[in-house]
């Protein structure tokens, strides 16, 4: 029931959030325009990152009206996600030359990893730490590259984090279980509005949350 209730909040709150959403974005000239190199026609938001944030956030942190317990996962994640939010949110107004975009990818993957207290958890040292690392920053970039197709990025999310959602209810980690249901509920919602033609983007914030 407490996964049924979390995906169900994650996908109500983007799927009411999201026109909000897309309304401010035009206020604010928050869009993607048309180029030679985009299939899109017409200016599109690009605030769908932060309605799925906010989608999976809500769905995460209501759980614990269903007796969910506070964990490092939930905390890494929470914190780690903020500043990746934050930074693709800056990076679809403004620009922002790779270098920085790359640094700042690298700090929300340390933050995670050391808030989560994931280091040392692959039995590999140092190595197995390291490649954790890298392979945190590699999906990150990953989904961003992905996200070139109305609801491609979003789609693989949603099919990736119920595969791992399987894995983490049948083995009783709860806290993760939680984390993949929200996400899954918060995209499913997204999905809606991006499937073609889109009628908003995820954006950097969004594709790098994902």
Not at 187 to 196: A, D, V
Request: charged share 10%; net charge neutral.
């Amino acid at each position: 029931m407490l996964y049924i209730f979390v995906f169900g909040v994650s996908l109500l709150l983007v799927l009411a959030l999201t026109p909000f959403f897309i309304k401010f974005a035009f206020k604010k000239n928050f869009l993607d325009y048309p180029d030679p190199r985009k299939i899109h026609s017409h200016p599109t938001p690009l605030l769908g990152g932060a309605s799925v944030f906010l989608g999976f956030l809500g769905g995460v942190l209501l759980s614990f009206f269903y007796g969910m317990h506070w964990s490092y996962e939930l905390s890494g994640v929470l914190l780690g996600g903020l500043l990746v939010l934050g930074l693709g949110l800056w990076d679809d107004k403004f620009g922002m030359r790779p270098g920085i975009k790359f640094f700042g990818q690298i700090v929300a993957a340390f933050i995670f990893l050391l808030v989560s207290q994931s280091f040392g958890k692959l039995n590999f040292g140092l190595l197995g730490d390291l490649l954790f690392f890298l392979w945190m920053v590699g999906l990150m970039n990953a989904f961003n590259f992905l996200d070139n197709m109305d609801g491609l990025c979003s789609g693989i999310s949603v099919l990736a984090a119920a595969a791992f959602g399987v894995i983490f209810i049948l083995t009783g980690q709860v806290s993760l279980g939680i984390i993949c249901l929200a996400l899954i509920g918060a995209l499913s919602g997204f999905l809606l509005y991006n499937f073609p033609p889109a009628k908003i983007f995820l954006g950097d914030a969004g594709s790098m949350f994902n």
